[in-house]
């Protein structure tokens, strides 16, 4: 179940939700349990800043790419 909840969150951000999250709660009865997962979308945005990998000389950069 939490491997599905990272997979939602996985496939959320990928659509441009970086602020999403996924919760989950179990309810367990005699014959089957209950799984609810919660979604916190949060803000969709269509621009992406990462921080750029290489360091030369401590030289921090920012990037800025469109999504796809």
């Known amino acids: 179940v939490a491997e599905s909840a990272r997979a939602l969150t ?3 951000q990928s659509k441009g939700y ?3 999250r996924v919760t989950w709660t179990r309810e ?3 014959r089957f349990d209950r799984v609810i997962f ?3 979308q949060g803000g969709y945005s269509d621009e992406v800043f990462v921080r750029c990998c290489t360091r030369s ?3 921090r ?3 800025r790419l ?3």
Request: hydrophobic share 50%; glycine share 0%; aromatic share 20%.
């Open 61 to 63: 950069s920012w990037s």
């Open 66 to 68: 469109a999504s796809s």
């Open 38 to 40: 919660r979604i916190e």
């Open 18 to 20: 970086f602020d999403a």
């Open 10 to 12: 996985a496939f959320l």
């Open 28 to 30: 367990r009865f005699e």
């Open 57 to 59: 000389l401590n030289h």
